[in-house]
């Protein structure tokens, strides 16, 4: 595979890690342009868990990255120790990475994971002896996912590496024993979300339908 950029994710990258933890890849690749031409487009992810790496497309990636895809997204927001593959070309996309950015997409991403990590909080299956553990990870994720959301919106910075880890792992304990809690966390959220922020109104896709021309470009093959 073609791949352009390539790093760590997940929990090691967040700082959330423990002894246990699975390891996550995330890049983005380039499928040889030629075999866009035909009547069958080539796979657009490549997913494996051993070990646990996903790749995408970079035609894919730009789309999840242009709706503020908080997955996707972080992987031009990485610290540099944690970028496996760095070719010239994944330079320019970590360069063009605020050109990505939209307020109305930040809020409706970030704040709708997190709400889905409160759903799957709330409706956990309180008979389930391992319950309290999943409910402490998807609440981890809740509090993660409202803290880089809001400093994107007001700061303009996705900040993937947590600068208090204990903290939301302590948070995760407690919002997993009482979900209600964290309620509260994602109205403030909201209230916030509700102010003006420093991103804009609409991304700017002219550079990044710039780089991946490049992209194509570099990577055709003619037919032999």
């Known amino acids: 595979m073609n791949v352009l950029l390539s790093g760590i994710v997940g929990s090691t990258a967040y700082g959330l890690a423990h002894a246990g933890s699975d390891i ?3 890049g983005l690749y380039a499928a040889p342009t030629v075999e866009l031409h035909g009547l069958h487009r080539p796979a657009e992810s490549h997913v494996t868990t051993a070990p646990d790496r996903t790749l995408h497309e970079a035609a894919k990636w730009c789309r999840l990255a242009l709706g503020c895809n908080p997955t996707a997204s972080e992987l031009v927001w990485l610290p540099a120790d944690l970028y496996e593959v760095r070719t010239e070309l994944g330079e320019e996309l ?3 990475r605020r050109t ?3 307020a ?3 809020r409706n991403s970030y704040l709708g994971y997190a709400t889905q990590q ?12 391992q319950g309290l553990d999943r409910a402490a990870k998807h609440a981890r994720h809740l ?3 409202v803290e880089q959301g809001l400093a994107l919106h007001e700061t303009g910075e996705v900040v993937v590496r947590l600068a208090e880890p204990e903290r939301v792992r302590a948070l ?9 809690d964290a309620a509260a966390l994602l109205a403030g959220a909201e209230a916030r979300f509700d102010r003006p922020g420093v991103l804009p109104d ?3 896709e002219a550079p990044v339908e710039s780089w991946l021309r490049r992209v194509r470009a570099v990577h055709y093959a003619p037919a032999e």
């Open 24 to 26: 996550d890849r995330l």
């Open 94 to 96: 970590i360069a063009l």
């Open 100 to 102: 990505f950015l939209s």
């Open 104 to 106: 109305r997409a930040v």
């Open 118 to 129: 409160f759903r799957k909080l709330s409706n956990r299956d309180r008979s389930d002896p």
């Open 143 to 145: 509090v993660r996912l």
């Open 172 to 180: 995760g304990e407690r919002f997993a024993r009482t979900p209600d």
């Open 202 to 204: 609409a991304p700017d």
